[in-house]
């Protein structure tokens, strides 16, 4: 199989200035290192959306991207299966305020608690109404500092499948539902039992909830 490497990456990011480009997607492709090239060429460019899914790039390339998403054009970013960790959602949630992102995926990074709680500290700054945070070994403890968060931000769509979730998580998040603006929540493959979904269906009818994942 024939993938695109940093020297692909690095030549993509040559031509991104003099194109009308506005979506980019690599995912699955060994850029690595080439993601510092596309960072420097986001400034110039037309890209609104991109996707670095499983791309191997590293906690270095993490803070190249971070430095430039104030300058950026950038809605839509996703950083998902990179196992960058809670360091890089630090780095990403010290940059968010001043930029245009209203879409990010952290799927599969290994944030845990640490990266739970500096994203959660620039919501209220942030233009942010989409995070994806599944697999990212969160737990009840992670989920009380998002759920104090979420009536100050703009989220109305959050991905917290396939962590380490409780009914007690369960119950904090839907204790905050009236006063936030989530529209979608995902909890599937967390473990989540009867008492956590009596918690949301007493707390639906106040909320503005229109999809709710519990599957197992």
Known sequence: MTQIDAEGAEVLASILPQSQLTSLNLRWNQIQEGVKSLADAL???????????????DLDGVKRLASVLGSSKLTDLNLGE???????????????????????????????????????????????????????????EAVEVLASALPDSKITILDLGENHISSQGAKLLAGVLSDSKLAEAHLQFNQIC???????????????????????
Do not use: M, Y
């Open 43 to 57: 400034c110039n460019s037309e890209i609104n959306h991109l996707d670095l899914g499983a791309t191997r790039i």
């Open 82 to 140: 990179n196992q960058i960790g809670p360091e890089a959602a630090e780095v990403l949630a010290s940059k968010i305020c001043n930029s245009t992102l209203v879409s990010l995926n952290l799927r599969v990074n290994c944030i845990r608690i640490e990266g739970v709680k500096a994203l959660s500290s620039a919501f209220s700054g942030s233009r942010l109404t989409s995070l994806n945070l599944w697999d990212n070994q969160i737990n009840d």
């Open 194 to 216: 009867t008492e956590g979904a009596k918690a949301f269906v007493s707390a639906l009818g106040n909320s503005r909830l229109t999809s709710l994942d519990l599957r197992w």
